[in-house]
């Protein structure tokens, strides 16, 4: 009986694990699907990240590139696709690593005094976890200027 037992325990980890990975898979192919209609609808000429990311670097800026061990200084304003803004803010010398997985891969794309569109798919943004005014499973669309970094 115990043997029994185990053995369904054991299908049931196998089956929902295969079923996590299946609303992943499905996410994240949504929302490559919404940002490629918002590409369209909007005339933006975007790169494609191998994560998913997809960007355009509107100033590339001058100087050296900042990595994923920098301290950033940005203006930036969040929207949603919709176009709600949801934040049009600064931060002054934050580390890159703590920061949303979209921004640790597009901000190294620019030199300081560039501009940058990040067209951010959920699973690098905040993935399921509802922010604020950000709803879950977010396309996120960031205007950032690079001020600085060290």
């Known amino acids: 009986m115990k043997q029994i037992t185990l053995i369904c325990c054991f299908i049931t980890l196998i089956f929902s694990g295969c079923k996590k990975d ?3 898979t499905e996410q994240a192919t949504d929302d490559d699907a919404k940002i ?3 590409i369209k609808a909007n005339n933006i000429k975007a790169t494609k990240d191998a994560s998913g990311l997809y960007y355009q670097i509107i100033t590339p ?3 050296n590139y900042p990595n994923s061990n920098s301290n950033v200084s940005v203006n930036y304003t ?3 696709l919709d176009g709600t803004v949801f934040e049009t ?3 002054s010398y934050s580390p890159l690593s703590g920061l949303i997985q979209g921004w640790q891969i597009g901000i190294p794309h620019i030199n300081v005094g560039g501009r940058i569109l990040l ?3 959920s699973a690098l943004g905040y993935g399921t976890a509802k922010q604020d ?3 879950a499973n977010s396309v996120l669309v960031f205007t950032i200027d690079l001020i600085g970094f060290k």
Request: overall charge neutral.
């Open 119 to 121: 067209l951010v798919p």
């Open 22 to 24: 299946e609303s992943t």
């Open 78 to 80: 969040g929207k949603l």
């Open 61 to 63: 800026g001058t100087g």
């Open 133 to 135: 005014n950000i709803p």
């Open 89 to 91: 803010s600064s931060l």
């Open 36 to 38: 490629q209609a918002y």
